[in-house]
């Protein structure tokens, strides 16, 4: 048979035509949680800081106000704001650079205000000195952008003892994220892992924990810490979460989580787009023959989540003409519908004549193979092959009973026939039988499975 010539996209390709990237998840909920404002405890300063501390306060309090700075902030933000907006390697490297340059140009105007703070930190003698010498490094910090300062300000006030201790949660996960701005990623670790061992939710702390092990070249680790969290979360885990995953595991060519975070997305987001990624990341990541692969695109035609030209081609292929004529023809309709398929492609056109010749006479053999199937001597490859045809002409029902007759025969393919006796309950609505049946699927199959009990399951009817 004649193979046509399409385009291949792999799942990668197709999550990233999607949109979803591998960058940071946590940057934006971080920020909005940095821009709360902490009550300081009651403070008594000794005399030696007071006569640094003063001097730096104002000189803050001025340089806040004169317009040189202003001016240079406004830059800061502007080149901020190119650089989350630049799209490419080239332009966000160069606006990266003009943000570098516009924090240091900002910095320079600053480096007197700087030199007074570090007078002040000198001078702190005490605790209630080292706290307000830390409140004084991070506004200044958040004057100038500078992060280094702003998270020795925040480390300094945690490591003074003054902090009341229902807030240290909050400030380790402050100094986590800007950590992961710094891309000190231990760091970040470090301080993320405090925070939640505190108790600390807010913020997406996970999958920016998740991130700076990823970023730091360490996947499998920010993929199980993603996992957990994941878990934990159930139904309300971030859409977001579940697709880094994806991608992460499909980088990094760890095929067991990304079939695991696979199922996830479409069990508890399964939207057309997302059975299409899910498909093609089971697809792309295991090795199917033939047979697996017809099962496994079936899941494809079921949910309406045809993506590319591949797609139907490779139904097609699996299903075969000559072997399931009904069922083939029907997918090269569906794609030459779809305009996937061109009916002047000589493929298409040799598929879909040897499909259309076989139908009648093999519609006509239907009751002799479900004869031969109860037979009482009848072998497991005689019910299973009954029960695939019926299921290939939509008799759902009919294959149920070939399939559960093989199943009884020594020999039997059990992985392939659960996996379609699951089919064919899915097909009838029968969703927890269904469910029960996927379950017991082993092997090379077990993540088609997956899917096709997390579709099965979407089919229940809602509870009353």
């Given amino acids: ?66 317009a040189d700075v202003v ?7 502007a080149a901020e704001n190119a650089f989350r907006a630049a799209r490419g390697k080239k332009a966000q490297d160069e606006a990266r650079a003009n943000y570098d340059a516009a924090v240091a140009a900002l910095g320079a105007l600053l480096a007197p205000e700087a030199a007074l703070v570090e007078a002040a930190f000198t001078a702190a003698v005490d605790p209630d000195d080292k706290f307000v010498a830390g409140q004084l490094a991070l506004n200044h910090g958040q004057l100038a952008h500078d992060k280094k300062m702003q998270r020795r300000g925040l480390q300094t006030m945690v490591d003074s003892g003054k902090l009341p201790a229902s807030d ?22 470090a301080s993320l892992q405090t925070a939640i061992a505190g108790g600390y939710t807010e913020g997406g702390v996970e999958g920016l924990l998740a991130d700076a092990y990823i970023n730091d070249n360490m996947p499998a680790e920010g993929l199980k810490v993603l996992d957990e969290a994941v878990t934990k979360r159930g139904a309300s885990a971030p859409e977001e979460w579940i697709k880094k995953g994806i991608v992460v595991a499909y980088r990094a060519k760890l ?52 993506a590319e ?30 305009g996937k398929l061109e009916a002047s492609d000589p493929a298409v056109t040799d598929w879909k004549a040897i499909a259309a010749g076989r139908i009648a006479p ?20 005689t019910a299973m092959a009954a029960g695939d045809a019926f299921l290939s002409y939509d008799d759902a029902a009919k294959a149920e009973e070939m399939y559960e007759i093989a199943l009884t025969k020594p020999g039997v393919d059990a992985p392939r026939v659960l996996t379609r006796l699951g089919i064919a309950q899915t097909d009838q609505g029968k969703s927890a039988q269904a469910q029960e049946t996927l379950a017991k699927v082993t092997g090379i199959r077990g993540p088609i499975a997956q899917l096709w009990a997390a579709y099965a399951k979407s089919k229940a009817a809602p509870a009353n």
């Fill in 168 to 189: 240290l949660p909050k400030f380790n996960y402050y100094i986590g994220g800007i950590s992961y701005d710094l891309r000190d990623y231990p760091a970040a670790r």
């Fill in 71 to 77: 001016e240079a902030r406004n830059k800061v933000t």
């Fill in 309 to 338: 030209t591949r797609d139907y081609i490779e139904y097609i292929q699996a299903a075969d003409p000559r072997r399931l004529p009904n069922e083939a023809l029907k997918i090269i309709n569906l794609g030459l519908a779809s």
């Fill in 362 to 381: 093999d519609k006509a053999s239907l009751p002799g193979m479900e004869k031969d199937a109860r037979a009482a001597n009848a072998t497991a490859a």
């Fill in 255 to 306: 095929p067991d989580h990304a079939v695991n975070f696979s199922v996830r997305l479409v069990q508890v987001y399964p939207t057309k787009d997302n059975w299409a990624l899910a498909i093609a990341v089971v697809r792309d990541m295991t090795k199917f023959q033939n047979q697996e692969m017809l099962d496994l695109m079936r899941l494809m035609g079921r949910t309406d989540s045809w």
């Fill in 1 to 66: 048979m004649v193979r046509s010539k399409f385009f291949a996209r792999t799942a990668l390709g197709l999550a990233l035509a999607m949109g979803i990237a591998a960058g940071g998840l946590s940057a934006p909920a971080m920020a909005k949680e940095k821009e709360k404002k902490q009550e300081a405890p009651k403070l008594k300063l000794s005399k030696g800081f007071m006569a640094a501390y003063q001097p730096a306060k104002k000189g803050f309090d001025d340089a806040s106000k004169r």
